[in-house]
């Protein structure tokens, strides 16, 4: 009789468990069939202790013996064959071992009809054991040469083409909100530098032209270049190229960006895309892939782990759920202190410090904290839940919670609360009010403390739930405007992006209210459906027409305020727009 139903299965010795407790579904099925056919343990006895049903442990058994199942899978799922890389293998193995590099070959690729991409050149050359070769000048390359797109310069009307069709003719659609901005006017105040070919408005609108067309990289640059409506839209013949784009980041500051975003959230308020009164803050870390030493390390919660990144900071106005500011000139010496630098810059902006800041609790420190109550800024944050903390709590009597109904459509609508108003922190000078709040959907309570005494109880939690909008807009910008992208491994260099995405999400903002019936189109949403739309570019001399093609969602724009602007970068001339 078998005795391994009756007595417990324990492992012989430590480090057993890793058998006998299996975590991953193909060891689990090695262990259960093992047990059953080399053990001779029962098959009732095998489907219990691996957690199978007598039915579905004897049909693994079945599939096993006919060699239907297999235990030690050899090949990668997904698609077995790739038939663009099996066309192309043997000529990309020729123009390898002739000496080119992987961007010479997938351009020699796309000329003579085979196209594939670079990451499919290099699977080809990697499954053959063959190196990189970095890329050589263009002189060097022989007969295999990238196509040579023209020089970008500004934009001679006279030569501009009577009619030209467009793949981005809805990227101008974004025009009149950037003269609403006054973009002519932050350029000059951010003392942004221009070249003798190229202003500093027409490098900038080259960039914002890449986030507002979900262009993912500087380098992509060249899908979008000689696309007239692209070019139209910063006011060149061609954009530039990915070298200049990029070098233009190495010639700027921080100092810059930090004048530009005060300019901009000044017309933010006229406008009334910032209210100016409440903000979000809330850091986001922008992974690098390379290898690069002297980046520091910083939690990437998309990888659930620590990893060479770029720290970014941004804030968002609460009332319109707008960002209004963004810095990537971090380090973990300074970071804490982020708040109070967004402080001085509010002030500078409007002459006031912000009403209240609400943050999570990693953003900044207790006695950072106690700056901003000296400065007379009321926040809201979350305290870190310590062991002395965790015991207060669950010494806290049933009565110390009262029931509060929240105005929202959620499971969670009644959580219970314990308001203490007299709490004492560490290097904090003073108490502050906390509140600690159950029901909510968490196993533990969440504990919120700040410095305002009079906001009601409802309405402070309800105020800080409303702080994870901070995060979906970070999401948008990742999502729409590839804040994740990184442009480069120094920090510096990251600024102007993340400046640039703090413009592109004001242009879309704007551009919402013009469009009925989409007030809350996300950003990528406006790309997909109006941003991206082609159509044609019409030249009449001083007033330039686009005829946008029709599509979905013309009818939004045949009830949209399209109005007709005079657009400083192109010498005054008009723009208006036609449908289709």
């Known amino acids: 009789m078998d005795q391994s139903a009756n007595t417990p299965h324990k492992p012989a010795r430590r480090g057993g468990e890793f058998f006998l407790q299996p975590t991953s579904p193909t060891q689990r099925r090695y262990e259960a069939l093992r047990a059953y056919l080399a053990d001779g343990v029962p098959a009732a006895t095998a489907a219990q202790r691996f957690g199978y049903t007598l039915a579905g442990f004897s049909s693994l058994v079945r599939d096993f013996r006919a060699g239907r199942l297999e235990l030690f899978p050899t090949t990668r799922p997904g698609p077995r064959r790739a038939p663009a890389k099996d066309a192309a293998r043997a000529r990309v193995l020729e123009l390898r071992l002739t000496g080119h590099s992987i961007d010479e070959i997938s351009a020699a690729l796309a000329a003579e009809g085979t196209p594939l991409n670079r990451t499919g050149v290099w699977e080809i050359l990697a499954a053959e054991g063959l190196p990189r070769l970095w890329r050589r ?62 202003p500093a408005i027409s490098s900038i609108l ?55 975003l005060a300019a901009l959230d000044s017309v933010m308020l006229t406008t009334g895309l910032a209210e100016g009164k409440v903000f979000d803050l809330d850091f986001h870390a922008i992974m690098h892939w390379g290898e690069d030493p002297v980046m520091e390390k910083h939690y990437v919660p998309r990888r659930s782990q620590r990893t060479r990144s770029v720290l970014t900071f941004f804030a968002q106005d609460s009332g319109t759920h707008n960002l209004v500011y963004a810095n990537a000139d971090l380090a973990k010496a300074t970071q804490n202190r982020e708040v109070i630098a967004f402080c001085d810059h509010w002030k500078q902006v409007s002459g006031a410090d912000p009403a209240m800041l609400v943050l999570d609790q990693k953003v900044t420190t207790h006695k950072v904290l106690g700056e901003l109550d000296q400065r007379g800024v009321k926040f809201l944050t979350l305290r870190m839940r310590s062991p002395s903390l965790v015991r207060h709590i669950d010494n806290l009597p049933p009565t110390a919670y009262t029931t509060i109904t929240l105005d929202r459509d959620a499971k969670h609508r009644k959580p219970k609360v314990c308001e203490e108003l007299q709490v004492k922190l560490t290097d904090y000078p003073g108490t502050v009010r906390q509140l600690v709040v159950t029901g909510l959907g968490h196993d533990i309570p969440t504990v919120i403390i700040t410095n305002d005494r009079t906001i009601a109880v409802k309405a402070l939690s309800e105020r800080y739930a409303r702080r994870m909008t901070i995060e979906q807009r970070l999401a948008e910008a990742i999502r729409s405007f590839h804040l994740d992208a990184l442009s480069s491994a120094v920090p510096l260099n990251v600024d102007l992006d993340v400046a640039l995405s703090v413009l592109a999400s004001a242009v879309c903002a704007a551009l919402r209210r013009r469009l009925p019936g989409q007030a809350t189109a996300t950003p990528d949403t406006l790309q997909r459906h109006f941003l991206g739309v082609s159509g044609q570019i019409r030249n009449h001399g001083q007033v330039i027409t686009v005829r946008i093609d029709r599509r979905a969602h013309s009818p939004v724009l045949r009830a949209a305020d399209l109005p007709t602007t005079a657009v400083p970068w192109w010498g005054g001339r008009t723009l208006r727009y036609e449908l289709a």
């Open 137 to 198: 000048p263009h002189h060097e390359r022989g007969g295999v040469l990238r196509e040579q797109l023209p020089r970008a310069k500004v934009l001679d009307f006279a030569e501009l083409a009577a009619a030209s069709p467009t793949r981005v003719a809805g990227l101008l659609l974004a025009v009149p909100d950037l003269v609403a901005l006054d973009l002519p006017g932050l350029v000059r105040k951010a003392g942004y530098p221009g070249t003798r070919e190229i």
């Open 206 to 260: 080259a960039l914002l032209a890449l986030k507002l067309t979900a262009t993912r990289r500087i380098s992509h640059v060249d899908d979008l270049a000689t696309d007239p409506g692209a070019a139209l839209f910063a006011g060149l013949a061609t954009l530039p190229k990915k070298s200049s784009l990029t070098e233009y980041s190495y010639r700027l500051d921080h100092r810059r960006q930090r004048a530009f």
